[in-house]
Structures are given as C-alpha cells and as structure tokens.
C-alpha cells in the first residue's frame, strides 16, 4: 500500500556509530600481534600504528569527497565505476564478493567466537570446534537482523558503539595507571634495529589497516544518510580521530602490561592484558570485546548488502539482488547472500592467513578508488563539491596504497599471488557473462528463476529514485 525504496534513516548519530561501530572491532585486539611480528620491535609498532591512523585520515576524507560529489550508494564499488569504468569495477565487485568481504567477516566472526568463549574455558585455550561454532551463531544472528529491520540494526550499532568504547577505556584506564606508577621497563630500547626486516612492513601495515578499516563505511549507504553533505565529511573526521587516539592509547597499554613475547604468544592480546593487570574484569572484558566484534559484523553486513544492491541495479549483477522486502524495506537477497562462502571461511579459515589473503585486493581498490577521485575532479572541473580536499592528500594515499599492495608480494608472495588470481579471474566472468549478451533460453529460464524467488522472498523492485 506504500512506495517500497529504501528510506533515509540514518542520522548523524547513527552515521557516527557505524563508523566507530565499524573500525573499533576485532582489529584492535588481535592485529596488535600481526603489527608487533612484522614491525620487529614495540617503537617500530607504534610508528606503524599511527601510520596507520594518518594514512586512514587522508582515505576517509578522500572519501567523504567522493561521497559529496557521487550521489549513489555501493562505496568502493559505486566510485570506480563512476571514474574509472565498468571493467576494474567488476573486478572489485568480483574479488569483494568472493574474497574480501567473506574473509573479512570470518576473521571478525573468529574473533568473536575466541572472545566470547575465552572466559569458560581459561586458563586453556577454547576448542577450536567450539570457536567455530560460536563464529558462525554470532554471524547468522547478524544476518538476521539486518534481514529483520534497518532501523533495529542501526540501533544495535549505536549501542554497541558504547560498548566498544567501554572495552577500549578499561584497557586502557589499568595501562595508563601502571605507566604512571613507572613501569616503563617494556619500552627499553623501543627502536630495535636489528629486528626490523623491511621486506615485513607492509604485512604490519596491513595488520594496521585492518584494524582502522571501516572509515568508509558512509559512503556505501550514501542513499539511507540525513543530510549526506554535512554529516559524511563530519562523521568521518570525529569518527577517525577518536579511533587513533583510543588506539595508540590501547597499544602503550598493552605494551605497559604485556612484554614482547607476551603479545606474539597470545591467541588473544585482550585476555592476556586483563590476565595479567586486572583480574577482577577477567571475564568481563572478553564479553565486551566480543560484543565489539558483534558490532563490526553487523556494520559490514549492513553495508556490504548495499555494494550488491547498486551493482544489482547498475546492471552488473544479477536483479534479484536490487529487490527490497515489501513490508520490511531491507534489501533481503543481498543480506542473504554471503552466509554461504563466510560460512565455508569461516569453517577452514585461519586469522592470519585470511588477513593477508583479503589485504591485498581490498587496498588495490580502494587506491584505484581514491586514484578515480583525481581522475573526477580532472574530468569534471566544473563540478563544486560541498567538501573538497588539497589534492595531495587522494595523491598520497593512492600512491602510498598501491606501493604497498606492491611490496607485498615480496612478504607473502603465496597469500598475495592467491589474492591477485582470484581479482584476476573476473576478466573472463566479464566478457563472457556481463558484457554478452544471453541467449533468448537463456534469458526466459533465467527471469523464470527470478521470478519464483521474488515470490518466495517478497521482495520487489526498489519504486521510487533515492540519489
């Protein structure tokens, strides 16, 4: 009885906690170790780190230009389609869906499951079966609320936002105290440099990254955003700068409490933190960081399902996927589709491995992604955006991601060559299927297909223009 669309129902406030909700999740207690191994000693971890955080700065507000001056949602995949064509967007869309995002959503799935089982079973280790099993319950309860309500999931994401924050200031709170009271002796000699190994650094970078990672995660629902001119460009720069303050504040703590060895022979930074500097919380900061790792799926599911939804409506992707639930107004077929591949990830996937796997291709695109943003403002100078950038910030960025992505394949050639294949592999995918035209059979099984899905899903064609 009413236009089913997509409404605009995420406020500033709300906007703000995907981000916070998005980037504070696993990452900052588990990539502390994969920084540490790579960066060779603890001063060289914190270079990295805030690195990191400044490198993510200049991606966020390359992006919030972006999201100004394109209208459409879809994020990564919306923005290279736009500026660079629809060839390296295809090939996003197809290494996004068959490696980046399920290998993301199973690293914070595990991490999820190791947090929240910690407790029950320490002093051991949780059974890896049981982890597993918990991963995959935190990740269908996900993917059913997003399916459920877009108004439900936002405010879970708000509230967790509080909680991740929580997590963060009771690391952080025990760790400046011991540091205040002197225990400093963790941080002689910081700068080791007969530990550094520079063939390493971009593998901690990518440790890094993936840790702030999450800063773009407005611009994928750019259509559902109040005011997207002001609040993309303001939540991006308070959302960024509270997460590198709360990081670089963890990691001192962690290192205040935690000698080297202490950090790389932990399966879970977090729990051995709070082992060793505050053991009244033992089994409550596990809970809080789980319920992080909670949030951070429920952001990446939310936005995934929006990258599938626009390639779906530009024509790239199949349909049904730009169908929204009648009565719910969720873009259901999208939700759904991942839980097949995150659930094998989930099932044979090992942390670190996962995490260089998916590194590589999501920095080669999101560095063509920013590269477009110069290729736009050199098309279309006539265009005035509502938030625009010095031009040496998208510059450095690009060049800075694509060095990387580089160097890469010198400190993990096996995962990386893995990674390259598969983003490789969309070529024929593209002329064979998207660009050829099906034959008249074809086509009529194929919207047979679609047909008795929409019926089944109760979804249908999205009615009124949002962008």
Same mark, same amino acid.
């Given at each position: 009885?009413?236009?089913?669309?997509?409404?605009?129902?995420?406020?500033? $406030?709300?906007?703000?906690?995907?981000?916070?909700?998005?980037?504070?999740? +696993?990452?900052?207690?588990?990539?502390?170790?994969?920084?540490?191994?790579?960066?060779?000693?603890?001063?060289?971890?914190?270079?990295?780190?805030?690195?990191?955080?400044?490198?993510?700065?200049?991606?966020?507000?390359?992006?919030?230009?972006?999201?100004?001056?394109?209208?459409? +949602?879809?994020?990564?995949?919306?923005?290279?389609?736009?500026?660079?064509?629809?060839?390296?967007?295809? $090939?996003?869309?197809?290494?996004?869906?068959?490696?980046?995002?399920?290998?993301?959503?199973?690293?914070?799935? !595990?991490?999820?499951?190791?947090?929240?089982?910690?407790?029950?079973? =320490? %002093?051991?280790?949780?059974?890896?079966?049981?982890?597993?099993?918990?991963?995959?319950?935190?990740?269908?309860?996900?993917?059913?609320?997003?399916?459920?309500?877009?108004?439900?999931?936002?405010?879970? /994401?708000?509230?967790?936002?509080?909680?991740?924050?929580?997590?963060?200031?009771?690391?952080?709170? %025990?760790?400046?105290? !011991?540091?205040? /009271?002197?225990?400093?002796?963790?941080?002689?000699?910081?700068?080791?440099?007969?530990?550094?190994?520079?063939?390493?650094?971009?593998? =901690?970078?990518?440790?890094?990254?993936?840790?702030? +990672?999450?800063?773009? /995660?407005?611009?994928?629902?750019?259509?559902? &955003?109040?005011?997207?001119?002001?609040?993309?460009? $303001?939540?991006?720069?308070?959302?960024?700068?509270?997460?590198?303050?709360?990081?670089?504040?963890?990691?001192?703590?962690?290192?205040?409490?935690?000698?080297?060895?202490?950090?790389?022979?932990?399966? =879970?930074?977090?729990?051995?933190?709070?082992? @060793? =500097?505050?053991?009244? $919380?033992?089994?409550?900061?596990?809970? &809080?960081?789980?319920?992080?790792?909670?949030?951070?799926?429920?952001?990446?599911?939310?936005?995934?399902?929006?990258?599938?939804?626009?390639?779906?409506?530009?024509?790239?992707?199949? %349909?049904?996927?730009?169908?929204?639930?009648?009565?719910?107004? #969720?873009?259901?077929?999208?939700?759904?589709?991942?839980?097949?591949?995150?659930?094998?990830?989930?099932?044979?996937?090992?942390?670190?491995?996962? &995490?260089?796997?998916? *590194?590589?291709?999501?920095?080669?695109?999101?560095?063509?992604?920013?590269?477009?943003?110069?290729?736009? @403002?050199? @098309?279309? %100078?006539?265009?005035?955006?509502?938030?625009?950038?010095?031009?040496?910030?998208?510059? *450095?960025?690009?060049?800075?991601?694509?060095?990387?992505?580089?160097?890469?394949?010198?400190?993990?050639?096996?995962?990386?060559?893995?990674?390259?294949?598969?983003?490789? +592999?969309?070529?024929?995918?593209?002329?064979?299927?998207? @660009?050829?035209?099906?034959?008249?059979?074809?086509?009529?099984?194929?919207?047979?297909? #679609?047909?008795?899905?929409?019926?089944?899903?109760?979804?249908?064609?999205?009615?009124?223009?949002?962008?």
């Amino acid at each position: 009885e009413e236009p089913v669309f997509l409404r605009k129902k995420i406020t500033l $406030l709300r906007a703000f906690s995907l981000l916070i909700g998005s980037m504070v999740g +696993s990452g900052i207690f588990i990539s502390p170790k994969g920084v540490l191994k790579n960066s060779g000693s603890v001063g060289f971890s914190l270079v990295v780190w805030f690195a990191c955080g400044l490198l993510s700065m200049f991606g966020a507000l390359s992006y919030a230009e972006l999201g100004t001056r394109i209208t459409k +949602s879809g994020g990564h995949y919306i923005y290279i389609l736009e500026t660079l064509g629809p060839l390296p967007s295809f $090939l996003f869309l197809w290494a996004e869906f068959f490696a980046i995002r399920p290998a993301n959503s199973a690293v914070v799935s !595990l991490a999820f499951g190791r947090y929240l089982l910690e407790p029950f079973f =320490a %002093p051991c280790a949780a059974p890896l079966p049981a982890v597993k099993l918990m991963s995959l319950l935190g990740y269908y309860t996900v993917l059913t609320l997003n399916s459920w309500s877009v108004t439900w999931s936002a405010r879970v /994401q708000t509230a967790l936002s509080v909680v991740k924050l929580l997590a963060l200031g009771l690391i952080i709170v %025990p760790g400046m105290m !011991l540091l205040a /009271q002197g225990h400093t002796e963790n941080f002689q000699d910081a700068f080791d440099r007969q530990s550094l190994v520079l063939d390493k650094l971009p593998l =901690a970078f990518y440790a890094g990254m993936f840790a702030y +990672s999450g800063w773009f /995660q407005t611009c994928f629902v750019r259509e559902e &955003l109040i005011r997207p001119e002001r609040n993309i460009p $303001l939540a991006v720069i308070v959302s960024v700068i509270t997460v590198i303050v709360g990081y670089m504040l963890t990691n001192i703590s962690y290192y205040t409490v935690l000698g080297t060895q202490d950090v790389l022979a932990s399966p =879970a930074v977090a729990v051995s933190f709070v082992q @060793r =500097a505050f053991k009244s $919380l033992i089994s409550v900061v596990p809970v &809080l960081v789980a319920l992080s790792c909670f949030g951070t799926m429920n952001g990446g599911i939310f936005t995934f399902s929006r990258t599938l939804f626009v390639a779906s409506r530009e024509g790239q992707w199949p %349909p049904l996927f730009s169908m929204i639930h009648i009565r719910r107004h #969720t873009p259901l077929p999208a939700v759904m589709l991942m839980f097949p591949l995150v659930t094998a990830m989930v099932c044979i996937g090992d942390i670190y491995h996962l &995490l260089n796997f998916f *590194s590589f291709s999501r920095w080669l695109f999101i560095g063509l992604a920013t590269l477009g943003l110069i290729v736009h @403002r050199y @098309r279309h %100078p006539e265009l005035q955006s509502p938030f625009k950038v010095p031009l040496f910030i998208p510059v *450095s960025f690009t060049i800075i991601c694509l060095f990387t992505v580089g160097m890469s394949f010198y400190s993990d050639p096996v995962n990386i060559s893995i990674g390259c294949t598969m983003v490789l +592999s969309g070529f024929p995918v593209y002329y064979l299927v998207v @660009r050829r035209q099906m034959s008249d059979r074809c086509q009529s099984l194929f919207y047979y297909l #679609t047909h008795k899905l929409q019926l089944l899903l109760e979804v249908v064609q999205q009615e009124i223009k949002t962008y």
